[in-house]
Structures are given as C-alpha cells and as structure tokens.
C-alpha cells in the first residue's frame, strides 16, 4: 500500500487547525482563570435584562454597517446602498459561522449583479477594507493619550500603527501610479484590475470613503460600551472606541469562528490599558463577543436576505444550482442536507428539537449556576414521557383541538406563564417557519420572492399537515413542553414531579381515547395480495409513470390540460384512486412502487432515519427478471430506493425550471439506459402549492404549465421511437389541503389523487369511480410488463383484467380440540346463505382429530398449525384464506355448538343492504341460556371497558360470531395472537367501518372445555394496550 506525502496545503491546515484549537483553550482558559461562571452567566442575564440599551446597541451596530455601505457605494460608483449593507452583514455572518474570514471571500461574489462586474466587487472590497484598516489604526493612535499607557509604550505602539497607515497610502499610490513590482504571473491579471480601479477612483472618492468610514467604526464601539454600562463598568465613550478599533486590527485574520480567543485576548489587553481590572476585562470582553455572535446570528441573518439573487451569486450555491437546461445531479451534500432538513420540516421531531433548542435559550442567563442545570436535567427526565406522547399521537386535523386544551388544562392547574418563554416559543416559531423556511429556503431552493412571508404567515395558521408549520399542532405542543419544564426546574419537588407525571398521565389516555373515537376517516387499506398476475408475455414493452407531486384531482379538472385530457379521452381513467396514510411524498412514492403498506415498507414520513424500503421494490423485481427500471427525481427519494436506482435532479432550482430539469433528465436516462419502465417525478405544482397555496391561482397555472411540459416529454418520446407498444400512466403521489399546500393527515383535498392510463393494453374512454389505491400501481406496471408483482404488494390491477365483483361467502371455523363438536357445527352451516357459502376451518394445533374430523364433515378448506398458538393468529389465518378465495363477506364462528349457524343470514342482512360493514351478534341483545354467572360479569365488565375504548355503547364485545363486508374483511388486522375480540373491534372501528349488532340466540357449550383461563383477565388487556399503542 503506497502512503501519500504530506503536502503543503495539508500542513498548513494542521498548522491553522492547531492554531485554531490552542487559541480556543488558552481563551478558556483564561476566562476560567480570571472569570467565574456565575459572573459570566450574570453578565449574560443582564444583557437580556437591559432591552434600552441593548436596543441602542443593536441601532448603532446597524448603522455603523449602513455607513460603511455607503462609503462601498462611493467607491464603487454604483449599485444599492440596500444591497450593499445586506452583503456585509452577510460577509459578519460567515465570518462568525467559519474559522476563516469567508465573509471576505464571498462579500464580492455576493456584491456583483447589474451594472456591477466581479472585477469592480472585487476590487472596490480591496480598497475599502484598506481604508477600514487605515482608519482603525488611525482611531487606535490617536485615542492612546487617553489610555493608562506610559509615554514610553504609547510611542513604542504608535510605530506600528503608523507604519501599517503609511503602507496603506503607500500601496494606493503605487498602485495607481503602475510603477513596476515584480509579481507572480497567476497574480497579473488581478493586479491589472486592482491598478485600473485605483487608477479610476478618485482623489475625492478616497477621502468623502474615509471620512464616512470613520463614524462607523467609531459606531461599532456600541457593542463594548453598552455591554459595559450594562455590567456596571465604567468605560468613556473614547476609551470604547480605543478598544473596540484595537481589536477589530487584531480580526485582520483569524483562525476560529468570529475569531474567538483572539478577540477575548486583544479586547482584555487594550481593556486593562484604559483602567479597567483583569477580571472585568475579561468578563465585558467575552460577554461583548457573545453579543456579536448574537447579532450576526440574528440580525445579520434578516439582513443577509436583502441581497437579490443572493443564491445565484454565490459561486459555491451556483454549483449546486440546476437550470432547465444542465439537469444537475443532487450532489451528496443535497443528499445529506434534505435529510438533516426533514429533521426540522417534519413535525414529530421538529418539536423534540425546537423544544430543547429553547430550553437551553432560556437556560444561557443561568449558565453558572449548578443547582439550576441540577434542576434542569431532572425537568427534562419529566417532561420526556409527554415529549413521547406528542411524538407518537399526530393529533391531525380537528384533533388539534385536543392540544389547546392541553394547554389550557395546564395553565387552570398549575396556575403559572412565563411570558418571556412564552414570547420565544412563539417568536422563534414564526421566525423559522416564516422567515427561514417560507421566505428565505424558499428563495434560496426554488427562487420564490423574499416577500413570500407577506402570504406565509396566514397559510402556517391554517396549515393542518404533520409539518412543522402546522401552528394549530405545534405552538401548544411546545408551549406545554416548555412552560411545563420551566415550572417544573423554579419548584422542582416529589410533589411537583408527581403532579406533572399525573397531568402527563391524562394527556397521554386523553391522547389514545381521542384517536380511537375520532382519526376514522382514513381510506382502509387492502391486506389482500395481489391477485392477478402475469409472468408470460409482456403486454407492453415499455411502462412510463409520471407522477405530478401534490397534483389534487379536483383542481386537475379545473385546469385547462389539453394534452391530459387527450390521454383521458384515449385511455382510462380512475376518479376514486386515493393515496396512503400518511400522504408525504417519500410515503407514497414506496407504496406506489413496491404495492406495499407504509407500515411494511417502513417509509412513514420525509424523515428517514433507516434508510431503504424494508420490501421488494419494482425496481429490485425487475432487475431480477433481467429489465431495468429507473425513477427521475428529487434526492429525498434516494432514502427510499437508493443511489443505483434513483437518476436526481438538485432541487436547488427555480421552480419554473424544476419540471422541464426532469423532463432533461428523463430524456437522458432514456437515451442512455433505455430502461422498461421509468417513473418521471414532476415537482412543480407541489412546490408552488406549499410556497402559495393549493387555492391560490398560481397552483392552477402551474398545472398547466406541467400539462405542456408533459406534453413536450411525451412529444420527444414519440419522434424517438419510446412510445411504441408503451403504456403511459399520469398519476400523483398525493393532494394538497389549505395552508402551505399541506399533506400528510388526509384532509379531503388530499385524499383522492388523478389516475390516467393509456397505451398498451389499457381500452379507451373508459372510467371507474370505485375506490382504488396508490398501491395498485405496482401491481399494474408488473402486469404490464410481464413480471411477478413486488412480493409484499397489495395493491390489484387496474385497466386490465378486471375482476368481477363476485366469490364466495367465507365461513370461518377456529378450531381447538374440537372433534366432538365441530361435526354438528359444520352440520348447520346453511350452504346457501345469499349466496355461494364456503367453509374454512383452522385448526390450531389441536391434539385430537379436529381437522380429520373438518374434512370429513366437509369443510371445503382446512388450514392446520403446527402448533396452538391462540385463537387470535387461528382467526388472522382464516381472515388470509377468506381474502385468498375473493370472499365477498365473511363470518366468522365459534365451533364449540354455542352459537347457531343458522341465524348467519341475521348477521349478513345489514352487510347485504349496505348499512354496515361489521356486524357483531350479541348474545345480550337475545336470551343467553346457560350462562355462569362469573363468565357473564367478566363479559360485562370487559364490555364496558371496550364501549369506553371504542367511543360507542356496545353490548357483547367477547362475542364469537361476528360478519365482515369485503372492505372489512379486507382490512381486518389482528395483532394479538391470544384473543381477538376486542382487538379486532378496535382495529375496525378506528378504521371508519360501519358497526352494528344484531340479536343471536345462545347456549353453554355440552362438550368440550373453553379455552378461557385465568390468564384471560391479564392477556387480553396486555393486547388491548398494545392495539391502541399501535394503532
């Protein structure tokens, strides 16, 4: 193995690296020497205490910027004052954000545009920071009289500085006059413009730049002087501006952010020079730096955003940038930031960080203080079961109510605001979801205006999706969290731990009762695989799958769409296709292409913390059958199907490039790799609704403008020869709702997505309003294309081979140990109960001859477990096996002769006439006969717990005979082996099923024993806690 030599570049970096860290911990260590945290951490808190002269500060230090905006202007002869002070508070923000000084790197990249070439940018920043420091070292001499220094060292400093003066006039002058200095080739041509802009400034320019440079860095001592009238230290208005322009000349270059330790250092040394004692020194000098970084952080930011087409300057974004005409690649770095992004976008953990974000704000005043971080921590450990709750209950849509009244049950109790935490939680919020988010990344990524926040502000307050702008979900989410924490840290006690875990306790059971009754509108999910198939013959020779992202159907129709309507006309449509919970894109996207629930591809957000969908994907099914496939699209679908699938495109571009970047890229791929199927993400309207509005008319245009974009990609296809023998299918992974185009807790809008197939195989002008899925997909293009459907896919086929509507009625026999009675049962089955009935018996893992016997009194099928693994998995069995054989209705019976087999026509009448889906025939409703009295008060008492549970008064929630329609047949899980009655009323209920019971007869058991135990009383409730924790 060949080791590389160190280079120079690489020991300069272990040079400036070393520097770097030892400067930081001599810093350190000097503030611990001379400074004890408390006096630090009240020297911060006084500053928060002190708005007036924190307000000056913040005017002053602005204004200091704005002059020397102006003094640019002068220079350059041209551009925006505006401008340019919003690229030098910007230069401030990356100065303190990187160990170098890249604000003065970027500073002329950012200053170029209109009228202002990078030469003249960079130039003119030469010249004006030659002046700053001119006019530093100016200020700093000619105030050293009135510092404490001896005549001796003031002389002996007043060298140095006039030196560094007298070379800055000397190289303005030979620079101008052109006269001969041998220079490195490479560095010629930038001499020749730095000459020609000497040359070409005037005599009048340097002085009227110099004359208005010195107000404001004598303007930039606000910061130590109102740092120190707040600290109590008594320091002149000369003596501030002595310091302050002694230390920015120590900034010239540094080696950490915003140079710390340097900073802190200089400032002291001058400090002590003026009169002030070590320990203060070092106090203002770090509590005026931390200051800085807050400004710079802050109002630097907010002013940063002021530079127009501040992305497109930057040499370093316009890499990352794609055009409609280049179709970059999402580099690894928009990999990696879209992920860290979706950390803060999506809702769940955007509460776990913003929470803690601001509890260590409000904790900075207290830094010192080690009973408070005591306090602190422990507040922590309490609040994290409610921070739990929160994050596992969505609380979607109406259910958000729920959270101010959590709130308001909070404020009632504990009887305590702190108006300041309040004012950040609140503050904060808008700032991120407003001003970084829909204002700045929106300009940044897809070049929306920075007044984008004029419209923002009023779609985050009726924003419903599971984002972090939902403001109706998040504001009182993290005003409990924080106002709870804070009260817990000022009167931390057992007493007060225990009145806080019992509020948590009844917001966390208000939590799952509140989603049980109410989250029903769901679309249930199909559990049937899929059921047609076709590994033969490929019906089309090539599947081409656009996907419009965030298309709604109905504001589809509204749009004028020529070339959609034209393959509407051609082929087929479905107007009922409706997208999975919860509808985010990365969600959809893994059902639509591996046919699979979220639950079983594991995609159940934008955030991704495991990478990959955990089942066979279209992808993988084609590859295994010697085909390509390939999907064009943004990097976040790379965490679902991976790098050698996914062909990106940067979403660092403007959103009236994005789509026609795609549809490049789509071009590309076809060419290059020619692949059976391509699925072609356009990202537009998705994108306009999120920055506009789904109700705004820009959505509207910006479908139309996608109609023409598909129109040219499906044109190019066409002349090249990629449409022959093609089917072509136009869908959307989901809607959009109100507010930011909100999508994800299935609002109306967002529920039903379009759904156009045309080409081969598909007839024409035909249109189907029966509800269907997104994960039909998968199952369509498999079909197509001749190859197994993905293995988990549940979805079924759509446009071709239809199936009727028609199969069997499923009677389903759990059977344990039940030879004896099992004959008699099956004996009474009624085989023609509106319709053709069929018999499944599952045998448990009996001992005796139960499934012998089963087949002998002609059950059509049996299933037998290896083992009794409990009358839940039985029942889960016999629901795969009814599924299997297409049964249009199950029912599902005890075989223990308790029941009669004759009343199933009672059960199946309400299914029949569409007024219910599940049906439950209770014993209690008729006249049980035989009943002990112990089995009847445990029926009730379990009842009454399942009525409480369900939000619904039921009657005879252990039943064992119970319907099904197809659509609950369909959907019914159980996930409790042991028992399944009251777990599968759960799972049905919180799905929208419609439920109803009807009167049955009953009678005690003659033979056999019942499977109830002791065990029963502490199994079934384990069960019904881990069905409500997972639902």
Same mark, same amino acid.
């Given at each position: 193995m060949s080791l590389r030599r160190p280079t120079l570049s690489d020991s300069l970096h272990s040079w400036r690296l070393s520097l770097a860290v030892g400067l930081v911990v001599v810093s350190a260590a000097a503030v611990v020497a001379f400074v004890s945290p408390n006096e630090l951490a009240d020297g911060v808190k006084r500053c928060f205490q002190s708005p007036g002269w924190m307000a000056t500060f913040v005017g002053l230090y602005t204004l200091a910027f704005a002059l020397r905006a102006l003094a640019w202007r002068v220079l350059l002869g041209v551009g925006s004052i505006w401008s340019l002070h919003g690229v030098l508070q910007a230069s401030l923000v990356l100065n303190h954000a990187l160990p170098v000084k890249a604000g003065e790197v970027a500073r002329p990249l950012m200053a170029r545009g209109p009228g202002i070439?990078?030469?003249?940018?960079?130039?003119?920043?030469? =010249?004006?920071?030659?002046?700053?420091?001119?006019?530093?070292?100016?200020?700093?001499?000619?105030?050293?009289?009135?510092?404490?220094?001896?005549?001796?060292?003031?002389?002996?400093?007043?060298?140095?500085?006039?030196?560094?003066?007298?070379?800055?006039?000397?190289?303005?002058?030979?620079?101008?006059?052109?006269?001969?200095?041998?220079?490195?080739?490479?560095?010629?041509?930038?001499? *020749?413009?730095?000459?020609?802009?000497?040359?070409?400034?005037? +005599? %009048?320019?340097?002085m009227l730049a110099a004359a208005i440079t010195?107000?404001?860095?004598?303007?930039?001592?606000?910061?130590?002087?109102?740092?120190?009238?707040?600290?109590?230290?008594?320091?002149?208005?000369?003596?501030?501006?002595g310091v302050s322009a002694f230390t920015i000349l120590f900034q010239v270059f540094h080696f950490t952010p915003g140079g710390i330790g340097i900073y802190e250092g200089s400032m002291s040394a001058a400090l002590v020079s003026y009169g002030v004692d070590l320990d203060s020194a070092v106090v203002l000098a770090t509590t005026t730096h931390a200051l800085k970084f807050a400004y710079a952080f802050t109002v630097g930011v907010l002013f940063s955003v002021t530079i127009p087409g501040v992305a497109s300057r930057l040499s370093p974004l316009a890499r990352l940038r794609g055009s409609a005409s280049t179709a970059k690649d999402a580099s690894r770095f928009e990999v990696i930031a879209a992920r860290a992004w979706n950390v803060l976008?999506?809702?769940?953990?955007?509460?776990?960080?913003?929470? /803690?974000?601001?509890?260590?704000?409000?904790?900075?005043?207290?830094?010192?203080?080690? !009973?408070?971080?005591?306090?602190?921590?422990?507040?922590?450990?309490?609040?994290?079961?409610?921070?739990?709750?929160?994050? %596992?209950?969505?609380?979607?849509?109406?259910?958000? +109510?729920?959270?101010? /009244?959590?709130?308001g049950l909070f404020l009632l109790v504990f009887q305590f605001v702190?108006?300041?935490?309040?004012?950040?939680?609140?503050?904060?919020?808008?700032?991120?979801?407003?001003?970084?988010?829909?204002?700045?990344?929106?300009?940044?990524?897809?070049?929306?205006?920075?007044?984008?926040?004029?419209?923002?502000? %009023?779609?985050?307050?009726?924003?419903?999706?599971?984002?972090?702008?939902?403001?109706?979900?998040?504001?009182?989410?993290?005003?409990?969290?924080?106002?709870?924490?804070?009260?817990?840290?000022?009167?931390?006690?057992? /007493?007060?731990?225990?009145?806080?875990?019992?509020?948590?306790?009844?917001?966390?059971?208000?939590?799952?009762?509140?989603?049980?009754?109410?989250?029903?509108?769901?679309?249930?999910?199909?559990?049937?695989?899929?059921?047609?198939?076709?590994?033969? *013959?490929?019906?089309?020779?090539?599947?081409?799958?656009?996907?419009?992202?965030?298309?709604?159907?109905?504001?589809?129709?509204?749009?004028?769409?020529?070339?959609?309507?034209?393959?509407?006309?051609?082929?087929?449509?479905?107007?009922?296709?409706?997208?999975?919970y919860p509808a985010r894109t990365v969600t959809c996207f893994s059902s639509m292409l591996t046919g699979a629930t979220p639950q079983r591809h594991g995609m159940q957000s934008n955030f991704v913390p495991s990478l990959g969908v955990k089942c066979e994907s279209l992808f993988d099914v084609l590859t295994e059958q010697g085909k390509t496939g390939r999907l064009v699209g943004i990097a976040h679908l790379v965490d679902a199907f991976g790098h050698d699938t996914v062909e990106t495109v940067t979403a660092v571009t403007h959103n009236d490039e994005i789509?026609?970047?795609?549809?490049?890229?789509?071009?590309?791929?076809?060419?290059?790799?020619?692949?059976?199927?391509? =699925?072609? &993400?356009?990202?537009?309207?998705?994108? +306009?609704?999120?920055?506009?509005?789904?109700?705004?008319?820009?959505?509207?245009?910006?479908?139309?403008?996608?109609?023409?974009?598909?129109?040219?990609?499906?044109?190019?296809?066409?002349?090249?020869?990629?449409?022959?023998?093609?089917?072509?299918?136009?869908?959307?992974?989901?809607? &959009? !709702?109100?507010?930011?185009?909100?999508?994800?807790?299935?609002?109306?809008?967002?529920?039903? =997505?379009?759904?156009?197939?045309?080409?081969?195989?598909?007839?024409?002008?035909?249109?189907?309003?029966?509800?269907?899925?997104?994960?039909?997909?998968?199952?369509?293009?498999?079909?197509?294309?001749?190859?197994?459907?993905?293995?988990?896919?549940?979805?079924?086929?759509?446009?071709? /081979?239809?199936?009727?509507?028609?199969?069997?009625?499923?009677?389903?026999?759990?059977?344990?140990?039940?030879? *004896?009675?099992?004959?008699?049962v099956l004996a009474r089955v009624p085989r023609h109960a509106g319709g053709d009935v069929r018999v499944i018996v599952v045998d448990d893992g009996s001992t005796d001859s139960t499934a012998a016997s089963a087949r002998q009194a002609g059950a059509d099928v049996v299933v037998e477990h290896g083992s009794n693994r409990g009358l839940g998995a039985a029942?889960?069995?016999?629901?795969?096996?009814?599924?299997?054989?297409?049964?249009?209705?199950?029912?599902?019976?005890?075989?223990?002769?308790?029941?009669?087999?004759?009343?199933?026509?009672?059960?199946?009448?309400?299914?029949?006439?569409?007024?219910?889906?599940?049906?439950?025939?209770?014993?209690?409703?008729?006249?049980?006969?035989? &009943?002990?009295?112990?089995?009847?008060?445990?029926? %009730?008492?379990?009842?009454?717990?399942?009525? =409480?549970?369900?939000?619904?008064?039921?009657?005879?929630? &252990?039943?064992?005979?119970?319907a099904f329609s197809r659509r609950a047949l369909e959907s019914a899980e159980i996930i409790h082996d042991y028992n399944y009655a009251q777990v599968l009323t759960l799972d049905l209920l919180r799905k929208g099923m419609r439920y109803c019971e009807v009167p049955i007869s009953y009678r005690r058991r003659e033979k056999g024993s019942s499977f109830i135990r002791a065990e029963y009383l502490w199994r079934v409730p384990l069960g019904i806690t881990r069905e409500l924790l997972s639902s």
């Amino acid at each position: 193995m060949s080791l590389r030599r160190p280079t120079l570049s690489d020991s300069l970096h272990s040079w400036r690296l070393s520097l770097a860290v030892g400067l930081v911990v001599v810093s350190a260590a000097a503030v611990v020497a001379f400074v004890s945290p408390n006096e630090l951490a009240d020297g911060v808190k006084r500053c928060f205490q002190s708005p007036g002269w924190m307000a000056t500060f913040v005017g002053l230090y602005t204004l200091a910027f704005a002059l020397r905006a102006l003094a640019w202007r002068v220079l350059l002869g041209v551009g925006s004052i505006w401008s340019l002070h919003g690229v030098l508070q910007a230069s401030l923000v990356l100065n303190h954000a990187l160990p170098v000084k890249a604000g003065e790197v970027a500073r002329p990249l950012m200053a170029r545009g209109p009228g202002i070439s990078l030469g003249a940018a960079t130039t003119s920043s030469v =010249v004006a920071r030659v002046i700053d420091v001119c006019v530093l070292a100016s200020l700093a001499v000619l105030l050293l009289p009135f510092s404490n220094l001896g005549a001796g060292d003031s002389l002996r400093m007043v060298g140095p500085a006039l030196l560094l003066v007298s070379s800055g006039a000397l190289a303005i002058m030979v620079l101008r006059s052109g006269a001969g200095v041998p220079i490195p080739a490479p560095a010629k041509a930038i001499l *020749e413009d730095l000459r020609q802009a000497f040359r070409t400034t005037s +005599t %009048r320019q340097y002085m009227l730049a110099a004359a208005i440079t010195l107000p404001s860095w004598a303007l930039e001592a606000s910061a130590v002087y109102a740092t120190a009238r707040v600290l109590g230290v008594d320091l002149p208005v000369h003596a501030a501006i002595g310091v302050s322009a002694f230390t920015i000349l120590f900034q010239v270059f540094h080696f950490t952010p915003g140079g710390i330790g340097i900073y802190e250092g200089s400032m002291s040394a001058a400090l002590v020079s003026y009169g002030v004692d070590l320990d203060s020194a070092v106090v203002l000098a770090t509590t005026t730096h931390a200051l800085k970084f807050a400004y710079a952080f802050t109002v630097g930011v907010l002013f940063s955003v002021t530079i127009p087409g501040v992305a497109s300057r930057l040499s370093p974004l316009a890499r990352l940038r794609g055009s409609a005409s280049t179709a970059k690649d999402a580099s690894r770095f928009e990999v990696i930031a879209a992920r860290a992004w979706n950390v803060l976008n999506e809702g769940k953990p955007f509460t776990l960080v913003f929470v /803690g974000g601001v509890l260590l704000a409000l904790a900075i005043p207290h830094a010192g203080d080690a !009973g408070y971080w005591a306090r602190w921590s422990l507040g922590i450990l309490c609040i994290a079961p409610l921070a739990l709750v929160f994050f %596992r209950f969505d609380f979607p849509l109406r259910l958000r +109510t729920a959270l101010w /009244g959590a709130l308001g049950l909070f404020l009632l109790v504990f009887q305590f605001v702190d108006l300041g935490a309040v004012a950040l939680v609140v503050g904060a919020y808008f700032v991120f979801t407003v001003g970084l988010w829909g204002s700045i990344y929106y300009h940044l990524r897809i070049g929306m205006p920075l007044t984008n926040f004029t419209r923002f502000w %009023r779609l985050v307050l009726e924003n419903p999706d599971p984002t972090s702008g939902n403001f109706l979900e998040q504001i009182p989410k993290c005003l409990v969290l924080v106002l709870g924490h804070q009260w817990l840290v000022q009167s931390m006690g057992v /007493g007060s731990a225990a009145a806080w875990l019992l509020y948590t306790a009844i917001v966390g059971v208000s939590a799952i009762l509140l989603h049980q009754w109410f989250f029903t509108w769901l679309p249930a999910q199909s559990l049937v695989p899929t059921r047609l198939r076709n590994e033969g *013959e490929a019906i089309a020779r090539r599947v081409i799958v656009i996907v419009i992202d965030g298309c709604r159907a109905d504001r589809l129709r509204e749009a004028s769409t020529p070339f959609i309507d034209g393959l509407r006309a051609r082929g087929t449509e479905y107007t009922n296709l409706r997208t999975v919970y919860p509808a985010r894109t990365v969600t959809c996207f893994s059902s639509m292409l591996t046919g699979a629930t979220p639950q079983r591809h594991g995609m159940q957000s934008n955030f991704v913390p495991s990478l990959g969908v955990k089942c066979e994907s279209l992808f993988d099914v084609l590859t295994e059958q010697g085909k390509t496939g390939r999907l064009v699209g943004i990097a976040h679908l790379v965490d679902a199907f991976g790098h050698d699938t996914v062909e990106t495109v940067t979403a660092v571009t403007h959103n009236d490039e994005i789509d026609a970047a795609l549809s490049l890229r789509g071009q590309q791929v076809m060419e290059a790799e020619n692949p059976d199927l391509l =699925v072609l &993400q356009l990202l537009s309207v998705d994108q +306009t609704g999120h920055a506009r509005g789904s109700y705004n008319g820009e959505y509207l245009e910006k479908i139309e403008e996608t109609d023409r974009t598909i129109a040219a990609f499906m044109g190019w296809c066409v002349e090249r020869g990629y449409l022959e023998d093609a089917t072509v299918i136009v869908t959307a992974d989901h809607g &959009q !709702g109100i507010g930011i185009g909100g999508h994800g807790h299935m609002s109306p809008s967002e529920i039903v =997505v379009p759904c156009i197939l045309a080409g081969a195989g598909i007839a024409s002008g035909a249109s189907h309003d029966e509800p269907r899925s997104i994960t039909d997909i998968a199952a369509t293009v498999a079909y197509l294309l001749g190859v197994p459907p993905p293995s988990a896919s549940v979805g079924q086929v759509l446009a071709v /081979g239809v199936e009727a509507d028609e199969g069997p009625i499923a009677v389903i026999i759990p059977a344990y140990n039940e030879s *004896e009675n099992l004959p008699g049962v099956l004996a009474r089955v009624p085989r023609h109960a509106g319709g053709d009935v069929r018999v499944i018996v599952v045998d448990d893992g009996s001992t005796d001859s139960t499934a012998a016997s089963a087949r002998q009194a002609g059950a059509d099928v049996v299933v037998e477990h290896g083992s009794n693994r409990g009358l839940g998995a039985a029942l889960r069995t016999g629901l795969e096996a009814a599924r299997a054989m297409n049964a249009t209705a199950a029912v599902y019976l005890d075989a223990d002769g308790e029941y009669d087999p004759a009343e199933m026509r009672d059960l199946l009448e309400p299914i029949e006439r569409g007024e219910a889906d599940y049906v439950i025939g209770s014993r209690y409703l008729g006249h049980p006969q035989g &009943q002990l009295w112990h089995r009847r008060i445990a029926n %009730r008492c379990f009842t009454l717990l399942l009525s =409480v549970l369900a939000g619904r008064r039921l009657t005879d929630g &252990q039943s064992g005979y119970r319907a099904f329609s197809r659509r609950a047949l369909e959907s019914a899980e159980i996930i409790h082996d042991y028992n399944y009655a009251q777990v599968l009323t759960l799972d049905l209920l919180r799905k929208g099923m419609r439920y109803c019971e009807v009167p049955i007869s009953y009678r005690r058991r003659e033979k056999g024993s019942s499977f109830i135990r002791a065990e029963y009383l502490w199994r079934v409730p384990l069960g019904i806690t881990r069905e409500l924790l997972s639902s």
